[in-house]
């Protein structure tokens, strides 16, 4: 039953586009949904229940954002320096807060291969403050 192909995908297409819009927000559930995103064109029983599973899991980790939080804004960096085993390209990611509420998030890997921790560094350090500009 789990590998039989969906009679009409139209639900799981839905559901899965609007799972996309919703990681802006929700970076806990990002990785999950681009698994699933990618079987949008031939989806199986599996991955609906797995679409089901995640709309389970978000019903039971609302996240409240408060009128009231201040207007600090908060941005934190992270860098994985040539991890990739296939490519030795390394991998930044950044977000910013405006008070408790996440505004704005990226993740992305490096165009060029970085001979050295300090320039890789100093590349996503650009890549990040560039997003404030």
Not at 44 to 60: A, E, Q, S
Not at 101 to 121: C, N, P, Y
């Amino acid at each position: 039953m789990d590998g039989v192909p969906l009679d009409d995908s139209s639900l799981y297409h839905q559901l899965a586009e609007n799972l996309i819009y919703l990681i802006v927000t929700r970076l806990d559930i990002a990785y999950v949904v681009h698994v699933v995103s990618q079987f949008i064109s031939a989806p199986r029983m599996t991955h609906y229940f797995v679409v089901l599973w995640i709309l389970w899991y978000i019903k039971g980790t609302l996240l409240y954002y408060s009128a009231y939080s201040s207007l600090v804004l908060t941005g934190y960096s992270d860098l994985d320096w040539a991890n990739d085993p296939t490519d030795c390209r390394s991998t930044t990611g950044f977000c910013f807060f405006l008070g408790d509420s996440l505004i704005s998030w990226h993740s992305k890997k490096q165009t060029v291969v970085s001979r050295f921790s300090a320039e890789f560094e100093y590349r996503a350090f650009v890549d990040t403050t560039s997003e404030l500009l």
